[in-house]
């Protein structure tokens, strides 16, 4: 049998998936719903599977969407917390920058002794914020360019 290809670096995991495997997710497409797809976690001889959580099977629905599809799947890890260098690296900006943003309210961060920390998905959120508006100012420019 073979198995697709799994990359371990240090923060992540890279599945690359063969045709096989995307044969296989493409006919398991056919028969999911376009939205609110369950699975059930089966180990061997077990007679009965355990329900996966709908979050959980909207994860999996995702990743045999992308395999599907021919892409590359990454798996990754962050903690729940970031220290201001790590929110920096994310966001894609200097350290100063991010912590001015924090002293002026931009961004919600607290401390952590005499640290100052921020949560995971309040860095994604701004970054996710930022992106969108890069493309809102990229669309703008887009419009004067074809007037």
Known sequence: MA????VATADRDV????????????????????????FT???????????VPD???A?????????????????STMPEELTTTAAAQLLGTS????????GAG????HKVGSHTRLRTADVLQERHARRQRQLAAFEELRALEDD
């Open 15 to 38: 599945v690359l998936a063969d045709e096989r495997d995307q044969r296989q997710a493409q006919a398991l497409m056919t028969r999911l719903p376009a939205r609110g797809a369950r």
């Open 55 to 57: 979050e959980l099977s």
């Open 95 to 102: 350290r100063p920058t991010l912590m001015r943003k924090i």
């Open 59 to 75: 994860i999996i629905a995702q990743v045999v969407h992308a395999v599907a599809q021919g892409h590359v799947v990454t798996v």
């Open 41 to 51: 976690a089966m180990t061997d001889g077990q007679s009965e599977g355990v329900p």
């Open 3 to 6: 198995v697709s290809t799994v």
């Open 106 to 109: 931009e961004i919600p961060a």
